[in-house]
């Protein structure tokens, strides 16, 4: 027996959509209110530019995050994964997660690969309880405050 789940009355109407230059700055804002270190415009336009899969989350008009990643040979690496800080802790995060899982898996990748700062337990979490287990770490990879480094913990998970 099959049971019907029907979204909760307040639940947004959410669809995928690519990035695109016309998204572009809504994109940068989100990056900004997110992160201490953001990814820069020419960051994201490069990753355009050089085909990266790069899709948004979207609800109307609403950015509620998005990801960049990266094919491989039989690998996707994921390069950016952000949920606009007003709607984090919402489950938004495993929506893009599970998005890029099937994306891959439809590539024929075998693994998801990511990078995470040592210092971002609620990300480090997330992951862990998406599947992702960690294999590994990059020592000074992420810039921090004050000109300093901070190592980053590599995550994979099978697909």
Known sequence: MSAILSPPANAPEVR???LTLFRLDDVL???CSAYSHPW???NFTDAMASGYQAQLLMAGDQ???YFVAMMGVDEVHLLNITVAPAFQKQGWA???LDALALWARGRGAQWL???V???NERAL????AHGFRRVGERKRYYPAPAGQREDAVVMSLPL
Do not use: A
């Open 29 to 31: 804002d989100v990056e």
């Open 94 to 96: 495993r929506v893009l």
């Open 117 to 119: 700062r040592v210092s």
């Open 125 to 128: 979490h997330v992951y862990q």
């Open 16 to 18: 995928f959509e690519p």
């Open 40 to 42: 820069t415009r020419g």
């Open 113 to 115: 690969w990511l990078e």
């Open 63 to 65: 950015l509620l995050g």
